[in-house]
């Protein structure tokens, strides 16, 4: 079991940046999971945004690439989403979620561990 805790949701002008974290209660083991970021929109369905391997490859919504990036901190157990050039678009409750030993496609990905999610809201 692991618990997610994302933080650094919040309002910003579009053309704006924000960085979001997910620390993991996960300790030592937090290298054998798989991390991603997940996006959730008013009236609209749950949406892959990000998402990066053990081993720190990453993967990227066409939606998001070249704007955002997803990186890890091993050490303090910590992924994060720097996002840039923010658009109205890109409003929605952001998740981070985990899976543990997942190595797989990340097209259609449902992780095993879900945070509570934080809001980020983009105004024009």
């Known amino acids: 079991q692991v618990q997610l805790v994302e933080s650094g949701g919040g309002l910003v002008q579009a053309g704006g940046s924000l960085r979001l974290s997910c620390t993991a209660s996960s300790g030592r083991t937090f290298t054998t999971y798989a991390m991603g970021w997940f996006r959730q929109a008013p009236g609209k369905e749950r949406e892959f945004v990000a998402a990066i391997r053990q081993i720190g490859s990453t993967y990227y919504a066409d939606s998001v690439k070249g704007r955002f990036t997803i990186s890890r901190d091993n050490a303090k157990s910590t992924m994060y989403l720097q996002m840039n050039s923010l658009n109205p678009e890109d409003t929605a409750v952001y998740y981070c979620?985990?899976?543990?030993?997942?190595?797989?496609?990340?097209?259609?990905?449902?992780?095993?561990?879900w945070g509570q999610g934080t809001q980020v809201t983009v105004s024009s």
């Open positions: 979620a985990a899976e543990r030993l997942y190595f797989g496609s990340f097209t259609d990905w449902h992780p095993d561990y």
